[in-house]
């Protein structure tokens, strides 16, 4: 799946090859050949344990292809942050389901969703 630079990764998509976005408009700002980023310190379906709601954090990072200098991250489809590729983020998780999605300066979008569980 590809996505435009302009909008939320949930809200643009490629649809048997055709440029569209979630309303239906044709979106001709597509990027996205090549390898999407890695979100390489979450695990897909893993549950994290918190131990102090308020401190606790989870590390954000990425492996991108050489030709990536810039990753924008989203929490739950939010804009979080935009890093360099190689940058490692930290975010408080907020909620039992966290969903992660790193997009490159290409328009490569990858998503993780975890879950979190508070002690």
């Known amino acids: 799946m590809q996505y435009c630079r302009s909008r939320l990764p949930a809200q643009c998509f490629v649809r048997k090859g055709l440029r569209e976005s979630r ?3 044709a979106c001709g700002r597509l990027f996205g050949e090549g390898q999407a980023p890695i979100i390489s310190t979450l695990q897909a379906g893993t549950t994290y344990l918190i131990l102090d709601k ?61 879950r979190v569980k508070y002690l």
């Open 54 to 114: 308020g401190k606790q954090q989870l590390q954000l990072g990425c492996q991108a292809a050489p030709d990536v200098r810039k990753v924008y991250w989203y929490i739950n489809d939010r804009f979080f942050a935009a890093a360099d590729a190689k940058q490692r983020l930290f975010f408080k998780p907020e909620g039992l389901a966290v969903k992660v999605s790193c997009a490159d300066d290409k328009g490569r979008v990858s998503d993780v969703e975890v």
């Open 23 to 25: 309303a239906g408009t």
